[in-house]
């Protein structure tokens, strides 16, 4: 005899481990847009969209014919128009899907003393207010900012890195690129990030730390110079007064145990954060 759960059992038996995987899929590649958009100001231009498609369903449940005609007009030029809107958002999903290591394959600085080396060289130029930048490549490649600056191709070190960024030194204004164990280039340009409310509380050298790790899936290091505070960059977000252990541990995460214990938790910037910083920041 049927039962008020027939209906139920009927939905479910055309979903074949195929379609489960399909929706798995396409749940994924939204999660990740979503993720992605998150706290920008293409967030803003989703939520009007949704709102133009809204209106297209009220208008057509309530008969309203010339609205329904002129957004069914609209209709074949939506494609187009989300590619010219979110074309950087869109390029910076597809980068951390291919960017993402599937693998165990180890990370770019395998041994603990050009890490220690790092840490020592900022932990140093914070003690000094010394302003820094360094970049830290991971498997996007940076060639076409490193041709921006002065090629090195040095091995990494403290005293190199101290050299680099002193204040008399003309490479003292760029950012520094670290490929591997080494330094591949000096004082090179970074593009700024544009999310309005960063853009707002941080001086140029921290919208340039945001604005490469959205472009590419690297991490910057950042030395305030008017706070001597160290702050950490990576997937557009960014994580402020840093201790030294805490330093340590976001390079070795992001760089070597992301395979082993998933996907570095990426610090979402805090109101509180942005008005401490946006106090002591200055023009750095």
């Excluded at 010339?66 to 494609?79: D, F, G, H, I, N």
């Excluded at 091995?155 to 050299?163: E, K």
């Excluded at 680099?164 to 090179?188: L, T, Y």
Aim: charged fraction near 20%.
């Amino acid at each position: 005899m049927p039962t008020f759960t027939s209906p139920i059992f009927s939905a479910y038996s055309g979903l074949t481990p195929v379609a489960v995987l399909d929706i798995l899929i396409v749940a994924f590649l939204i999660y990740q847009f979503l993720m992605t958009v998150r706290g920008r100001r293409a967030a803003h231009i989703l939520v009007g969209i949704l709102t133009v498609l809204g209106i297209y369903v009220v208008s057509s449940f309530l008969g309203l014919e010339l609205m329904r005609s002129a957004m069914a007009t609209l209709a074949p030029y939506v494609p187009f128009t989300l590619i010219v809107l979110f074309q950087s958002e869109i390029r910076r999903m597809l980068a951390r899907l291919g960017g993402r290591r599937w693998l165990s394959v180890g990370g770019r600085l395998q041994k603990r003393e050009f890490t220690e080396e790092l840490v020592l060289a900022l932990v140093q130029l914070q003690q000094q207010k010394v302003g820094a930048l360094v970049v830290v490549e991971r498997d996007i490649g940076l060639r076409s900012f490193i041709e921006s600056g002065v090629l090195m191709e040095a091995f990494l070190s403290r005293d190199l890195l101290l050299t680099v960024f002193h204040p008399g030194s003309a490479m003292h204004d760029g950012a520094v690129i670290v490929q591997g164990e080494k330094i591949a280039a000096a004082a090179c340009f970074l593009p700024l990030t544009v999310q309005p409310a960063l853009a707002r509380h941080l001086g140029t050298r921290h919208r340039a730390a945001i604005g490469v790790t959205e472009e590419t899936d690297c991490l910057s290091l950042i030395v305030s110079e008017e706070t001597g505070r160290i702050s950490v960059a990576a997937f557009g977000e960014i994580e402020t007064d840093v201790s030294q252990e805490r330093l340590e541990q976001r390079i070795t995460e992001h760089l070597i145990q992301r395979t082993s214990n998933g996907p570095v938790r990426e610090v979402r910037w805090s109101d509180s954060q942005m008005e401490r910083e946006a106090r002591d920041a200055g023009t750095d």
